[in-house]
């Protein structure tokens, strides 16, 4: 085979390799949640979060209007991993239960994170993470919207950047409002394993435990049949062969 040969596969989920973001929103009681999430692009000062309409904290962001969004480091795999498998959410969604999440009330004292108030916001930044923005909502956006059962499972929320806090040690020498990118370690996503910019996985992940087919219902819908929608055949008859 030549080394520029491709072939077709249909992965169920498309997780290329994004920061992992913590996303902290409040609670009907005043309470705050957290989730992690790694579907997430900035462009200026707004920023696109991709989430799972079921989840707690897009239905909280959207009734307050408010997140904050604080990066972990690639040190903090492991505060990640202690959040994966749970849901603010009570009672637990079906679909959530299939992939063994359970409810947690404070995610705060499961990850073992602090929190710090904000400027502009109600929800609470994370002290741990080395970056925090504060946001508000300016629109949303309904993912798969062309496909009749599919239609508000998934929605992209935008939001504006209000303020940004990053510990002074990222900061590069001599310009006020700029990051240096050779002490900042983010930790980035990858098919739901966690890496870094070093060399090779920077934790096992708990999130890597759930079979990523579980999410092909995602990728599809059963009553409106587009191209390419059986392409997850494709190599499984090819290897079959
Ligand atoms: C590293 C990581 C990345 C994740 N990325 C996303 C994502 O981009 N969008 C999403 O909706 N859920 C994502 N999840 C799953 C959510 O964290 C999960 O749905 C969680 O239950 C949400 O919590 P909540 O229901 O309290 O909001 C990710 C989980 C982990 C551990």
Redesign the pocket.
Known sequence: MSSTEHTIISPAIM?WG?P??L?T?ENEDGTS????????WWLGHSCV????A???????ILRTKQCVLNLPSDAMGDH??K???????DPVSAS?TSRN?RF?KD?WARAGLHPQPSSFVAPQRIAECPVQMECQVTAVHELMGDLPDRRGL?IAIEVRVLRTHVLQSLRMEGYPNRVDPDKWRPLF?SF?Q?YGFRDGKVAS???GRINEEQYRAFTKSDVKKLPGDDDDQIAVAEDRA
């Open positions: 997780y994004t992992v973001v996303v929103s949640n957290i989730a992690p999430i790694s579907s997430a979060l991709g989430f799972g079921e989840s707690k904290t897009p239905q909280n990640v991993n959040l994966a498998d749970t849901t603010g959410s959530k999440y947690v995610k998934l996503m739901q966690f992940s708990v999130l």
